[in-house]
């Protein structure tokens, strides 16, 4: 089975633009988790989508927005883009039944710079 | 509300020498627990993982970790490194009840020295 995808991987944008961030999660997957990374926070969870219905969120601003398609695929979009959200925001998949503590599957990253 | 701490935030040591890398969780619920490895450039990997049953957990690249409840605990060793064991290790936690929404630690970074 392909891995979990982001595309883009690399992503230079300027401050008050927007970004979508997609993500393709492994086949038969049906949770997807967004995360972000930085070296001052660490990993921060985002928000987890479980079949096209947002079941958890973490504490970021409603700049920051997600949502999920009937084939699991993700998307997170960023608007008016801060300098501090420069960052690599990684996307997580985990197994069909979607029950807590199953294994979650990262993709390898879009990192976003902004400038 | 949870969080995780990792005391060290760089661990040298020297090839073949065997290593532990802290970890400790704060929680008024019970939760899993899970030990994920990042390499340079690349995403997550899962390492083990706790979610009920014994409290030693073997994971993959010969590293186990041990639950300890009362010291609220969950430290990761292994008993030989290897040069390829260099990367950042990411302690997590997530409630029982919070589907999917893990909690890391501010990691790690063991260097493996020759």
């Known amino acids: 089975k392909a891995g979990v995808t982001q595309t883009p991987r690399y992503l230079i944008k300027t401050r008050g633009q927007q970004v979508t961030l997609s993500c393709s999660p492994i086949s038969g997957h049906r949770s997807v988790s967004w995360y972000q990374q930085t070296p001052g926070q660490g990993l921060q969870f985002l928000f987890e989508y479980f079949s096209e219905t947002q079941r958890n969120k973490g504490n970021f601003p409603g700049r920051f927005s997600g949502r999920q398609f009937s084939n699991s695929r993700s998307e997170m979009n960023v608007s008016t883009l801060e300098l501090g959200d420069s960052a690599l925001y990684l996307c997580?998949?985990?197994?069909?039944?979607?029950?807590?503590?199953?294994?979650?599957?990262f993709g390898p990253g879009t990192r976003l710079l902004v400038l | 509300a949870q969080s995780v701490t990792q005391l060290d935030s760089q661990v040298p040591v020297f090839e073949e020498a065997p290593v532990e890398l802290r970890c400790n969780y704060s929680?008024?619920?019970?939760?899993?627990l899970f030990w994920y490895v990042q390499y340079p450039n690349q995403g997550l990997q899962l390492l083990l993982k706790y979610l009920s049953g014994s409290t030693l957990v073997k994971g993959i690249n010969g590293f186990e970790a041990e639950f300890n409840k009362s010291q609220t605990s969950f430290h990761l060793r292994k008993p030989s490194v290897h040069i390829s064991d260099t990367a950042e290790y990411f302690c997590a936690v997530s409630e029982k009840t919070s589907y999917d929404k893990v909690i890391f630690g501010p990691g790690t970074s063991l260097s493996v020295i020759p």
């Open positions: 997580a998949s985990s197994l069909p039944s979607g029950e807590v503590g199953e294994t979650q599957y």
């Open positions: 929680s008024s619920v019970s939760v899993y």
